[in-house]
């Protein structure tokens, strides 16, 4: 499976989020870092929904990039 992953700067270090997967979130000191631990949280929620008996998400969110004169 391949989900959208959201890094963003914050004050003292990076945060990720993965929209399609509600709760999933980690941190890290730098950009390499915060993608190191949302694979591993990626990893450890889709395990948990199965334990439960919860159905996967499917990836569904799409990431662009639009170019706007500023």
Known sequence: MRYAVVIEKAENNYSAYVPDLPGCVATGATVSEAEAQIREAIEFHLEGLREDGFPIPPASSQV????VVA
């Not at 662009?64 to 170019?67: A, F, N, Q």
């Open 64 to 67: 662009e990039y639009i170019d």
